[in-house]
C-alpha cells in the first residue's frame, strides 16, 4: 500500500507511554564514546566534565526519546551505562 | 519432426480447388464473380474453380468437401469474406474430407475488396483476381501441419488475496484443484477488508468477506502464502514454475494469537491498514479478522536488530511463538494456470496543492473515511474529525479525485460516486444531522439498484452541487474548510464552510505492475492496468496463454464486478485444467540446425524467451508452448535458420510476387497483422468506407514478421509502394515484438535514403482494430503518391533492390 | 473557426468535463462575474464563433496561470485565450481589445499598470505604437473622468467609520480605492517615500512606466484617499494607535524583504540583495555599483529583472548565474515567454551568463567581495516529479572575479506591523480565508503577507474581496455570512 502516512495517529495519546531512566555510572567509564555513537535515538551526548578517571563520560539529553533498547548496555565495555523503566514493569496495571 | 512427411505430401502433384463466393450481393454485388472463378481456373495447379452462392452454408461446404474427395484436391482456396470470420468453418470443412486444416488458404474479397470499391465493379473484379491469384500462390506451398498438445498441470497459482484473489482460488480449489494463494501483505482481504459497508445494499464489508477469508484460510486445497511476493516466473501454458520469496514472520505456528506480545512491544507506529489513522506495535496483526490470524514482526519498526537487545515480546510470550532466526525463504511452486488479481492503488491527493491534503487535518480522503466510519477503526465508528475529535456538523464530499484527470488517471474510477453516496447514506443514518454536500461533474450511478441508493440519497437531503471545488482553504482558528467553487448550473461562485472533506479518491495502477507485466510478458492498456485479450470476447484471459485476470488488476471495479470476474477467471482456468491438455497452433519456428550460426539474435528479440540456443552444444530449440507465433525470430534471422510455419518465406515471397505480376507499378504492398491493422482494413470494409483499389494485403500474424527482405522483394519486383502496419506501440499482441517492425522499418528509410529511393514509397502505420478511417485514409494517401511514382523511378528502385 | 482549431489542441479540449475548477480560481472571473468566465468562453470555442470575434472576453484573461495548474486536464487557457486574440487580430477585429479596455477602466482598480503588467495586450499584437496609444487614451479618458467621479462619489463622505491601509502596494491602494468609492475615509500609510509597494520599487521602469502608475495613484487620490509615505507602522506609529483612532485596519504590507540566502561571505561589502537593489533603483537614489557584478538567480524573472536594471547603470559586465540549464530558464512554467523576452533584451545590453553552475562561496579581502566561487552542477536521477536533483560536479570548482554580487533568491515577507498579530508558516499573517480578518477583531490582511507571493492580478483581486469584507463588516458589524 505506497499510501503516504502523514497524520499523528488518532489514538496516538492514548497509547501508555512508558518512560525510561538511562543510569550512567560515572566513575567506571573509560568515556570510549560507544554508547553516544550507538543510540539511535540520539538520547546521549558526552558530558563536559570529566570524570576521576579523566574521561569524559556521557550524560543524557534527551530521555524522552529513549524506547530502552539496551544498545547502551550492550556495547558499554566497562558496563558503566543501563536503561530502566521508569513506571511499573506491568503495563496492564497503568491501563 | 514432421519434415519427412511434409517431403511426401509435396513430391505428390498439387491439385487446387478454388471457390468464388458471391455471398449473396456482398461480394457479388461489384466484383464479378464468375468472372474471377474463370480467371482461377487458369491459375496454375487449379484443378477445379467455381463460384458458389454462399460457401459457407452447409450446402457449400458440402460441396467443398464432395470437391475434395471427387478431384482428389490436396490444397482449398476460398475466396470470400475475412479469414477472421470464416478461416474456422472451412478449417473444419476440410478436415471433415480429411484434409488437414493447414492446407486451407483464404482470399478476403469481400471487407478487402467488394465492399470498400462499391461503384467500380471492372477494378473491384480485377482486385478480386489478384486476391484470389496471391491466394493459389501461397495455396500451392502450403504444407500439412501437426499441432502439438501440451500437458496442463492441474494446480493453480492466484496472485494477490484481495476478494478477487479468494473468490478465484475457492472457486478453484472447491473444483478439486490445488491453489496456492500469494499475498504481499501479512493478511488476506485486500481493499475490502478496509472498507466500513458496501453499496448498494448497505452490507457490512469485513461481515461477508471474513467467512470467504476464513473459507479460503482453511480449504484443504489452498495453500496460504501470506507476507510473500513473485520473484521469477518461468515455464509457459500449463507449466508454469514460479518462484516466490516468503518473507519471516518471525512468529512459528504456535501463535495462538492472544495478543500479549503486542501490548508488550514497546514501539508504536502507524497503523498500515487503518491508514495510518491508528497506531499498531512492531509485532502485530493488522486486524482482528486476519487470515491467517498469527501476528508478524515488522523488522523495519522492531528494535531487536541484533538479538541482543529488545526482548519484551519473546518473554510475553507464553507459547514461545517468536523466534528471531527465522529467515526469508524462496519456494519454488509449480503450476498449470495463473490467475492475476493484484489489485489497484489509490491515488495520492498530496498532489494537488490546492485541496491541502497532507496540510489541513481535517482533509481525508475516502480510504481514511472507511476506517473512521468503521466500528473496528480508530474512533470505534464514531464520524469524528481528525483536527478535535467532534462530530462534524457539515461535510463534504468532493468527485473525481485524481479520476478524468491528467493529474491521476485519465479514465472514470467506477466506484467513487456510488462509494459517496453510500458514505453519504450511512451518515444520515446515524447523524441525521448533520449537513452533507456532494461536489461532482457527474453522478455515475449505472449498476444494478444504484440509481435506487441515488435517488435515497437525494431524498435524505444530502445536497449534491455540480461544479469541483477550485481550492480548499482552512480557517485556522475553527480548523474549518471553506470551499470555493463555481456552481456549473447557476453559473454562480460558491463559498461554503463545512468541518470535514472527504476527497473521494480515484483507483490507481499498482504502482509495481511494472514487475508482473515482466514476469508473466502481459501487455498494460494506455491507463496503466493489465489488458485483456479481447475487451469484449476474451476480457478475463491475457495475450499470455493460461494467464487470466481478475478485480482492479484489469480496471477499476467494484466488488460485484470483481467476484464475477473472479469466478470468471477460475472458470477459465478450469476449462484448460479440466481437459489436462491443450493444443497449439502450428505457425511457431521450426529451426533448422544446419543454417543456424547461433547468433542468439532470434533470442534477443523473441518477446516470450521461447527459444533457447544453447551455442556450446550447438542445440536451437523452440519452446512450442511459450511461443505465441509472432515470427520477430524468423524476421530477424539473418540465416534463414528458422521457418516460420504457415508464413514461410517461401509463402509470403510467392503472394509478393503474385502481387508484382502485373501493373506493379501501380501497386501497394501492404503487410498486415492479424490482430490490428488487418482488422482496421476489415473495419473500414465493413464500415463501407471507399478506397482506392491499389492496395494488396498479405497477412501475418504480426507486423513484426515483416522481414527487409520482403520490402526489398517488393520494390525490386516494381512495385510502386509498400505499406507495413501493425497495432499501436504498447498495444502489440505479442507484447513488444512491434518495436521490433519500427526499427526495422526505420533502418529500412535509411536504406532507401541511400539508394536515392523516396522514402515516402515505404509507409510505417499503426492501426488499431477500430481505426478503420485511418486505415482507409492511409490508403488514399499513399494512392497519390503511387500516382507520383514515374517508370523511371521504378526501373531505378529495382535496380537499387535487385539481388546482386 | 477552422483556423481557430488548428491553433489550439481541440481534441484535448474536448476532455473539458465543466468542473468549474477555472473560473473559481480565476482573480478576473472574481472581480467581474458579470463579464467574464474562463469556463463559458472555454465552451463557446464549439458554440459561438462568431461572437469570439469581436468579444472582450479573451481580451481580460490576467495570464495568473492558476487555472491551468489547476485544470484536471491540464488545459493551457491563457494559450487557448491568446489563439482566439491572434485569431481575431488577424481577421482585423479590434473590437475586443477595445471593449475590454473599457471593462477594465470601469472596473479594475489600478487599470492603466494592469494593462503593462497583467492583460498583456502586446503578446497579440505586434503593433506596440497601438497599444501605447490606447492605453494612453485609457489614461487619458480617466483622468477627464475623474473629476465627475470624486464628485459623485467620494466629496460627500457617506460613511463616519475611518480606515487605515498599511501598505500602499497593489492590494492596499485597491482596498483603498474600492472602499473610497463605497463613501469611506481612507488613509494610506506607506513606509517609503513614494507610494506603489511592489509595482513602484519591485518592477523596473521598462515593464512598467513611473508615470502610468502615477496615473493609477493619482486617480486613487482624486477619490479622496489620504497616502501618508514615509510612515512605518510598528516604528513610526504603532499598531494599536491605529486601532484606536480608525474602525478598521488592513495590513497590506506584502513581501518586500529578500529571501536569506545562506552562503559563506554573504556578510561581504558588496553583496546586495536584489530587492533593496531595487528599490534604491526606484526610487531614484544614486547606485554605485562596482565594475564587476554577478547575479545570483534563484528567482528568475527577478534575477532577469536585477541584470537588465544593472546593466543601466553601465558597469564593466554582469553575469547572471543559474544552477539549472538555459531552457529551463527559458521555457519553463508560465513566466517561460517573458523570460525568453527579457533575456534576449538582457543579452543584446551585454549580460554575460553561467548555466548549470552555482556559487559555493563569496570570497573577499579585507571585508569586500573580491570574487565568487562556483561550482557546475550535472543532473542526478529524477524525482517522483520528473525533476532532476541537481549534484554539483566534484573538481568544477572555478572562481570568477568580481567585485559586486547581487542575490536575487525570492520575497520574504515584510516584517509585521506587530507582536500581537498571529503568524503562520514563513512568517505570513494568518486570516480568515474567506474574511480576511487576523486574529486581531476589525484588523484585516490581504495580499502576498496573507497568501504568499503572487502576481499582482491577485493581489489586486485580494484587495477587492478585503475591501468587501471591511464594508460588510462596518456595516453589519458581523463576519462571515456568505450566500451559498
Known sequence: MPVKLWRKPLDADKIPKLQYEVHIINERCDGCGFCIDFCPKDVLARAEKMNEKGFYPPQVINEANCTFCGFCRSVCPTCAIFPIEKISRNIKEVE | ?804 | MKALEALIDLEKLKYCFECGICTASCPIAEMLPTHYNPRILLHSIHLDEERLLTSAEPWLCAWCYKCNQRCPQGLNLPEIFRAIRKYAVEHGSLEGFTSALKIIRETIPLPASCCYICFHPERTIDDSKLIEDSIQKLIIDYIITTGKTTKAVSSPTLHKERIAIVGSGPSGLTTACELAMKGYPVTVFESLPKAGGMLRVGIPEFRLPKEVLDADIGYIKDLGVEIKTNVAIGNDLMLDDLRKEYNAVLIATGMQKDKEFNIEGNDLNGVVNALDFLRQVNLGKIVELKPKVAVVCVHRLLGIDVARVALQLEPEEVRLIYRRSKKRMLFHGRIGEQMQKEFKEAEREGMKTHFMTWPTRILGKDGQVVGLECARMGLGKPNEKGLRKLIPIEGSNFVIDLDSVILAVGQAPSISPSEEIELGEENSVIVNPVTLETNLPGVYACGEIAWGPSTAIVSIASGKQAADSIDEFLRTKQVGTIKI
Open chain 2, 1 to 804: 519432426m514432421e519434415s519427412s512427411n511434409s517431403k511426401s505430401e509435396s513430391s505428390e502433384e498439387i491439385r487446387i480447388g478454388v471457390n468464388v463466393c458471391h455471398c449473396g450481393l456482398n461480394i457479388g454485388g461489384s466484383v464479378n464473380c464468375d468472372e474471377v472463378a474463370e480467371y482461377a481456373a487458369s491459375l496454375p495447379h487449379v484443378a477445379i474453380s467455381r463460384a458458389l452462392r454462399y460457401s459457407c452454408s452447409d450446402q457449400g461446404q458440402e460441396l467443398i468437401k464432395k470437391d475434395i474427395l471427387d478431384y482428389k484436391l490436396n490444397r482449398i482456396v476460398v475466396a470470400s469474406c475475412t479469414p477472421r470470420l470464416h478461416e474456422p468453418t472451412f478449417r473444419r470443412a476440410c478436415e471433415e474430407a480429411g484434409l488437414n486444416k493447414y492446407l486451407f488458404e483464404m482470399a478476403n474479397i469481400r471487407e478487402h475488396c467488394s465492399w470498400i470499391h462499391l461503384h467500380d465493379r471492372e477494378a473491384g473484379t480485377e482486385k478480386a483476381k489478384d486476391l484470389v491469384k496471391m491466394a493459389v500462390a501461397k495455396a500451392a506451398l502450403l504444407e500439412p501441419q501437426e499441432e502439438r498438445e501440451v500437458p496442463i498441470l492441474r494446480k493453480a497459482l492466484v496472485i494477490g488475496g484481495g476478494v478477487a484473489g479468494i473468490q478465484a482460488a475457492l472457486d478453484l480449489a472447491d473444483t478439486g484443484y490445488r491453489v496456492y494463494l500469494i499475498e504481499k501483505e501479512p493478511s488476506i482481504g485486500g481493499r475490502m477488508a478496509q472498507i466500513d459497508k458496501t453499496y448498494p445494499t448497505m452490507d457490512c464489508s469485513i461481515c461477508i468477506l471474513a467467512p470467504k477469508m476464513s473459507d479460503a484460510g482453511r480449504h484443504p486445497n489452498i495453500e496460504l502464502l501470506t507476507a510473500s511476493e513473485i520473484v521469477e516466473v518461468k515455464g509457459y501454458i500449463g507449466n508454469f514454475r514460479v518462484k516466490v520469496l516468503k518473507k519471516s514472520r518471525y512468529v512459528t505456528k504456535d501463535c495462538s494469537a492472544c495478543g500479549d506480545c503486542s501490548t508488550a512491544c514497546p514501539v508504536t507506529v502507524p497503523n498500515e491498514f487503518d491508514v495510518g489513522l491508528a497506531t499498531r506495535h512492531a509485532i502485530y496483526t493488522p486486524f482482528p479478522q486476519a487470515v491467517p490470524s498469527t501476528y508478524i514482526i515488522n523488522k523495519e519498526n522492531c528494535l531487536n536488530t541484533n538479538f541482543i537487545v529488545c526482548d519484551k515480546c519473546i518473554v510475553a510470550c507464553e507459547r514461545n511463538a517468536i523466534d528471531f532466526t527465522i529467515i526469508p525463504e524462496t519456494i519454488e511452486l509449480e503450476v498449470g494456470t495463473i490467475i492475476v488479481a493484484t489489485g489497484a492503488d489509490v491515488f495520492d491527493p498530496t498532489v494537488l496543492p490546492n485541496y491541502g491534503y497532507g496540510k489541513f487535518l481535517n482533509v481525508i480522503t475516502s480510504l481514511e473515511f472507511e476506517r473512521l466510519i468503521n466500528a473496528g477503526g480508530p474512533s470505534g465508528g464514531k464520524l469524528l474529525r481528525p483536527s478535535d475529535m467532534t462530530i462534524p456538523d457539515t461535510i463534504a464530499f468532493i468527485q473525481c479525485v485524481g479520476s478524468r484527470s491528467e493529474k491521476g488517471t485519465d479514465s472514470c474510477s467506477n466506484v467513487c460516486c456510488m462509494n459517496t453516496i453510500k458514505d453519504a447514506l450511512l451518515i444520515k443514518e446515524h447523524w441525521p444531522e448533520v449537513k452533507i454536500y456532494v461536489f461532482y461533474i457527474d453522478i455515475r450511478a449505472f449498476g444494478k439498484g444504484f440509481e435506487d441508493l441515488f435517488r435515497r440519497a437525494k431524498e435524505e437531503g444530502v445536497i449534491f452541487i455540480r461544479g469541483l471545488p477550485a481550492e480548499i482553504l482552512e480557517d485556522r482558528k475553527t480548523n474549518n474548510l471553506w470551499l470555493i467553487g463555481e456552481n456549473t448550473l447557476s453559473r454562480e461562485i460558491y463559498k461554503i464552510n463545512v468541518g470535514m472533506v472527504t476527497l473521494s479518491i480515484g483507483l490507481e495502477p499498482r504502482e509495481d505492475s511494472n514487475i508482473i507485466q515482466r514476469l508473466f510478458t502481459l501487455s498494460r492498456a494506455p491507463d496503466g492496468y493489465f489488458m485483456e485479450a479481447h475487451p469484449k470476447l476474451r476480457p478475463v484471459d491475457t495475450p499470455t496463454g493460461g494467464v487470466f485476470l481478475a478485480g482492479c488488476a484489469e480496471s477499476a471495479k467494484d466488488i460485484k464486478d470483481s467476484v464475477t470476474q473472479a469466478s470468471a477467471a477460475a472458470s477459465r482456468a478450469n476449462i484448460l485444467m479440466a481437459q489436462g491438455k491443450v493444443t497449439i497452433e502450428a505457425i511457431t519456428p521450426t529451426p533448422i540446425i544446419d543454417n543456424c550460426k547461433f547468433c542468439e539474435l532470434c533470442t534477443k528479440v523473441c518477446p516470450y524467451n521461447a527459444i533457447l540456443v544453447d551455442r556450446e552444444n550447438k542445440i536451437t530449440e523452440v519452446i512450442e508452448a511459450a511461443c505465441a507465433g509472432c515470427g520477430n525470430c524468423g524476421a530477424e534471422c539473418p540465416s534463414d535458420a528458422l521457418i516460420m510455419r504457415h508464413f514461410t518465406d517461401e509463402q509470403i515471397i510467392a503472394q509478393i510476387d503474385a502481387i508484382t505480376e502485373q501493373d506493379a507499378n501501380m501497386k501497394i504492398v501492404a503487410f498486415c497483422c492479424n490482430w490490428c491493422s488487418y482488422a482496421a482494413a476489415d473495419f473500414a470494409g465493413v464500415s463501407r468506407m471507399q478506397q482506392p483499389t491499389n492496395i494488396r494485403i498479405i497477412r501475418t500474424m504480426c507486423s513484426a514478421r515483416v522481414s527487409e527482405k520482403f520490402i526489398a522483394r517488393a520494390f525490386a519486383r516494381g512495385a510502386a509502394a509498400v505499406l507495413v502496419a501493425g497495432c499501436h506501440l504498447n498495444d502489440c499482441h505479442y507484447i513488444d515484438a512491434n518495436y521490433q517492425t519500427k526499427k526495422r522499418v526505420e533502418r529500412f528509410w535509411r536504406r532507401m535514403e541511400r539508394r536515392g529511393v523516396r522514402k515516402e514509397r515505404l509507409q510505417l502505420l499503426w492501426a488499431s482494430a477500430a481505426e478503420g478511417e485511418r486505415f482507409a485514409s492511409k490508403v488514399r494517401e499513399m494512392a497519390e503518391t503511387v500516382k507520383n511514382v514515374s517508370s523511371e523511378e521504378i526501373q531505378k528502385t529495382v535496380k537499387a533492390f535487385k539481388k546482386r
